[in-house]
């Protein structure tokens, strides 16, 4: 199947700090997802991206669609404790297969 | 409320001894979809139903079996599990092959094979 690499694979950070995580694939897609999991729970679509180049906010979420189509980016502005959980892309090119990456677990320290 | 329902949370059980976990949705949703979240490889596609009495692989099918005779309930089989099909299941639902922005997810079954 295809791989989605996300980087990095875990970060401690300040509340109050911005965070960057990127998801990078061997193959292109035509739709990126962005996910957030709390725990014991299932995954919640954060972003959805569909077109190259995109750039989508979602309050202090901002996600955005490689020109490439083989990558994509997530950034957080201003974390607060709430944002802990493990963040998740996904691509898709048919809507009934998708892709998911290995998680970028988000920790607070308030 | 819209929400996808699993059942059960948690199972253990011993290697070989078939079971099932059920999933079903009150959305009127078409498409319907199992994953398996393991440490460290993210969610991993198993099956998925575009309607029902359609279902296609996904990218880890092995040891697995769906079926999807109404369109709410999408049950995942294991028909002789093995220890390595431990993991966290995830079911998932959307309105169409067109609203890719619109995936719930169940709250999830954790499976442990001994």
């Known amino acids: 199947g295809q791989q989605l690499n996300q980087s990095p694979q875990s970060m401690f950070i300040q509340e109050g700090e911005d965070v960057s995580m990127n998801c990078t694939s061997s193959?292109?897609?035509?739709?990126w997802l962005w996910y957030k999991q709390d725990p014991g729970e299932g995954p919640v679509l954060l972003i959805a991206?569909?077109?190259?180049?995109e750039l989508t906010s979602n309050g202090r979420l901002t996600a955005q669609f490689g020109i490439t189509r083989k990558d994509s980016f997530l950034n957080i502005s201003a974390s607060i404790p709430s944002d802990v959980g493990i963040y998740f892309c996904?691509?898709?090119?048919?809507?009934?297969?998708?892709?998911f990456g290995t998680g970028t677990s988000l920790t607070v320290i308030p | 409320e819209a929400q996808v329902t699993q059942n059960p949370r948690y199972l253990i059980t011993v290697t070989g001894k078939k079971l099932t976990v059920t999933c079903s949705q009150n959305?009127?949703?078409?498409?319907m979809s199992w994953y398996r979240q393991d440490p460290g490889l993210g969610l991993r596609q198993i099956y998925y139903?575009?309607?029902?009495?359609?279902?296609d692989k996904g990218d880890v099918p092995e040891g697995y079996k769906v079926s999807r005779k109404e369109k709410r309930n999408f049950p995942l089989i294991l028909e002789s599990p093995s220890p390595n099909q431990t993991s966290l299941y995830f079911c998932?639902?959307?309105?169409?092959?067109?609203?890719?922005?619109?995936?719930?997810f169940g709250p999830g079954t954790r499976l442990t094979v001994l």
């Open positions: 959305m009127n949703h078409e498409y």
């Open positions: 193959s292109i897609f035509n739709t």
């Open positions: 998932a639902s959307l309105p169409g092959q067109g609203y890719v922005g619109e995936q719930f």
């Open positions: 996904a691509g898709t090119n048919t809507g009934n297969q998708f892709y």
């Open positions: 139903s575009m309607n029902v009495e359609v279902t």
């Open positions: 991206l569909y077109k190259a180049g």
